[in-house]
């Protein structure tokens, strides 16, 4: 039975509105980066809270909202997950990754240890749904890979705009993460994002960014 019908109005703005909040916008999240030196000051845990639930109005493949986040601050279960975590990675830096890939990575400076694992206050690992219980039975998600995509996204949005520094680690393979934190196998380790403040003496790569005119088309080539 399709769902009654609401009204739907946003605000009417000018351009000259548009175009000064798409500066002011433009400036906040181009400030973000992936911060790979976390300080160990707490966050409020109401505060992630809330962030998550920014990340859950995200649009999703029939609105099933196919994604869990979990949020992990007891120290050693962010041990555990370290350790599991620089296992795969220094495997991975060691032999499974190409030599491509390699170079591609040398300007970020990142190797198979990650500390931050452990010092971040809060671990966030989002694990997309691949089914789940709907009205009492198994069913298949629609779009999972696309929704997490976006649910993540959001997260990463709400993070920067509350303050929070982020970093979107995806150790691979992640199949440890399902099983240190109980997940069932239909749901899949997505990203892991550590989430808290840079430290003090915290750094990133200063990088040239590919221009946006190599990104942006209109209409046909
Ligand atoms: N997962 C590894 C390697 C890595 C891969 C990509 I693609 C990055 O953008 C950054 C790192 C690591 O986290 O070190």
New binding site residues.
């Given amino acids: 039975m399709p769902a009654p019908m609401i009204p739907y109005e946003l605000p009417r703005r000018d351009v000259s509105w548009q175009l000064d909040r798409a500066e002011k916008l433009f400036d906040e999240m181009a400030g973000r980066r992936s911060c790979r030196h976390f300080s160990d000051r707490p966050v409020d845990r109401q505060v992630i809270e809330q962030a998550i639930a920014v990340a859950h109005t995200a649009p999703s493949g029939a609105n099933r909202k196919p994604w869990r986040f979990v949020v992990v601050d007891d120290p050693a279960i962010k041990r555990e997950i370290r350790l599991a975590a620089e296992a795969e ?1 220094r495997e ?2 060691d032999r499974r ?1 190409t030599a491509d ?1 390699l170079n ?2 040398e300007p ?1 400076g ?3 240890e ?1 500390p931050f694992l452990e010092i971040a206050p809060f671990l966030v690992v989002i694990f997309r749904l691949d089914s789940q219980m709907v009205e009492g039975r198994m069913q298949r998600s629609y779009y999972p890979i696309e929704s997490a995509g976006l649910a993540s996204g959001f997260f990463l949005m709400a993070c920067h705009a509350l303050g929070l520094a982020t970093l979107t ?4 393979p992640m199949n440890f993460l399902r099983e240190i934190l109980g997940r069932p196998s239909t749901e899949k380790p997505f990203l892991l994002i550590p989430v808290g403040y840079p430290a003090d003496d915290c750094v990133v790569p200063d990088l040239e960014k590919k221009p946006l005119a190599e990104a942006l088309q209109w209409n046909r080539q």
């Fill in positions: 990675e991975s830096y990754m890939w591609a990575l970020l990142t190797n198979w990650k680690h995806t150790p691979s």
